[in-house]
């Protein structure tokens, strides 16, 4: 069992940044890939990013390419997700999933562990 705790969310204008963390516990001595989605009200859950166990493989959803960086501290056992130039339709509860794949996915159903979300609400 993997237990995943985000931390970061919060308010911010449009333009914006935000630095969101997702902390991981347990079995965290297993190589998983990591990713970040994200949920609207009435939408469903969407990819965003994801990243390889040792951080040279990442994969962004087009609509936050050039703007948000995943990352990883295997020595922290967390994963980050910087956003920049945030705008009002990037207003969503933003996830931390955990996968045992060896590469990342889009997926959401590849992903065994979730957080319990953190909210991000941009201003215009």
């Known amino acids: 069992q993997v237990q995943l705790v985000e931390s970061g969310g919060g308010l911010v204008q449009a333009g914006g940044s935000l630095s969101l963390s997702c902390a991981a516990s347990g079995r965290t001595s297993s190589r998983y890939v990591m990713g970040w989605f994200r949920q609207a009200p009435g939408k469903e859950r969407e990819f965003v990013a994801t990243?390889?166990?040792?951080?040279?493989?990442?994969t962004y959803a087009d609509f936050v390419k050039g703007r948000f960086t995943i990352s990883r501290d295997n020595a922290k056992n967390t994963v980050y997700l910087q956003m920049n130039n945030l705008k009002p339709v990037d207003t969503a509860v933003y996830y931390c999933?955990?996968?045992?794949?060896?590469?990342?996915?889009?997926?959401?159903?590849?992903?065994?562990?979730w957080g319990q979300g953190t909210q991000v609400t941009v201003s215009s």
């Open positions: 990243i390889n166990w040792s951080g040279s493989i990442t």
């Open positions: 999933g955990a996968s045992g794949r060896v590469v990342g996915s889009v997926r959401k159903d590849d992903y065994a562990y």
